[in-house]
């Protein structure tokens, strides 16, 4: 084995250095937090950065009082729930269909539409939110699960690149040989093609999770009504300056939302690494 030179370990010690610093900055607002979600709002007020000087677990029962437009911390776990299980199901289906299709058969602008969908991603959606807001009044799917849930079918995105380079190295031999028994192309790809690419799918429908469960800005636009997590502590944290609510129990809140997400990227951080990676740079 080679051994490393004076600079290599020097210069190895210092990333690693960059690194415990990047992870501190990264640990300590978690820790910040849950630490004065046990303090009483007069103790929070006097020492913000100081032990608690009597923990107080009540703020941890009250906080699921607290609501926005009628919708209290439940209803706003449960509306979150909602979109997170549509909004993934129908997005995965219409990616994992749109890659299939335009990485296995070959047709004319075919290269068109997987440049379009990778330079769509470059653009930014702010200029599209006044047509965007018009469609949905139009429609009728303002103020509605089923706007939201529906508008995520656009089979294009990071889950489209990923499934498109997995997709695209997936052996072609099963779905000839089922072509031969008489298969249609529906069943080759429902029996044959979905199921070699379920690792993939579970990388991408995992990360569509975290996303929709942190999105605030699509409900703020489109669904005000339909408060969800995300969208609800934006509006909590302002009435922390009327002293509606307090910061301990704000606090206590946001704990307990990022919990879903910090235990499911915890499980599946393997998965999603390694489906990320394959799917990225194999394609």
């Known amino acids: 084995m080679e051994k490393r030179t004076t600079g290599q370990k020097t210069l190895m010690w210092v990333v690693f250095a960059l690194f415990i610093i990047y992870a ?10 849950l630490l004065n979600s046990f303090k009483s709002r007069g103790d929070f007020n006097f020492n913000i950065w100081g032990l608690p000087q009597e923990w107080y677990f009540e703020n941890w029962v009250n906080c699921f ?18 979109y997170m299980v549509g909004c993934t199901t129908v997005s995965m289906l219409s990616c994992s269909v749109t890659a299939y299709v335009i990485s296995k058969y070959k047709f004319f602008g075919r290269s068109a539409f997987y440049t379009t969908a990778i330079v769509l991603m470059m653009i930014p959606t702010t200029g599209s939110m006044a047509a965007t807001y018009r469609l949905y009044n139009t429609l009728g799917f ?3 699960y089923w706007g939201i849930i529906v508008t995520s ?18 052996s072609w031999s099963y779905a000839e040989a089922a072509l031969v028994d008489g298969a ?12 070699q ?4 799918l579970g990388a991408v429908g995992i990360m569509q999770c975290i ?3 942190n999105d605030y800005f699509t409900i703020y636009m489109y669904a005000p009504e339909k408060v969800t997590i995300a969208y609800g502590l934006q509006n909590l944290v302002t009435q922390t300056d009327y002293g509606k609510v307090s910061y301990p129990e704000l606090f ?25 990676f394959a799917g990225g740079i194999k394609g």
């Open 252 to 276: 206590a809140v946001m704990i307990i939302s990022i919990i879903p997400v910090v235990a499911v990227f915890a499980i599946f951080q393997n998965k999603i690494m390694d489906n990320t």
């Open 65 to 82: 009082n607290l609501s926005h437009n009628g919708v209290n911390i439940l209803g706003m776990f449960g509306n979150s729930i909602i």
């Open 142 to 144: 303002y103020n509605t």
């Open 153 to 170: 079918c656009g089979g294009f995105g990071m889950g489209f690149v990923l499934l498109y380079g997995f997709f695209r190295n997936l």
């Open 24 to 33: 501190i900055t990264l640990l300590f607002p978690f820790c910040w937090c």
């Open 211 to 213: 996303g929709i469960w």
């Open 197 to 200: 690419a379920l690792p993939a």
């Open 184 to 195: 249609g192309h529906f069943r080759i790809f429902f029996q044959i093609m979905l199921p």
